[in-house]
């Protein structure tokens, strides 16, 4: 059972700039597939960025594009979500997710398998 951990959220003023991590507790996470998602205040969770299990491939939520990086250190079992010109709409409670199903990222949270337990972020205007 691969666990999840996340850090590095808290509260930021509109414009700055948050560097999210996730370790996995297993060497096997380097196959993994991963993916940050995000819940706001009654929203639904929707996906925020995936990256393939090289790194070579990424996808991004519109809504992020240009925005936010996704990257990985398989070396150190840790994804990464750098977060900058962030805006009040990104508050959310943001959770990092694997598979090692897919060889591609993949943007449908059906198919994660492992969640983290997520890290609040906080954006004031």
């Known amino acids: 059972q691969v666990q999840l951990v996340e850090s590095g959220g808290g509260l930021v003023q509109a414009g700055g700039s948050l560097r999210l991590s996730c370790a996995a507790s297993e060497r096997t996470f380097s196959s993994y597939v991963m993916g940050w998602f995000r819940q706001g205040p009654g929203k639904e969770r929707e996906f925020v960025a995936a990256?393939?299990?090289?790194?070579?491939?990424?996808v991004y939520a519109d809504s992020v594009k240009g925005r936010f990086t996704i990257s990985r250190d398989n070396a150190k079992n840790s994804v990464y979500l750098q977060m900058d010109s962030l805006k009040p709409e990104d508050t959310a409670v943001y959770y990092c997710a694997g598979s090692g199903k897919y060889h591609v990222p993949i943007t449908d949270r059906g198919r994660y398998d492992y969640w983290g337990q997520g890290t609040q972020v906080t954006v004031s205007s």
């Open positions: 990256i393939s299990w090289s790194g070579g491939s990424t």
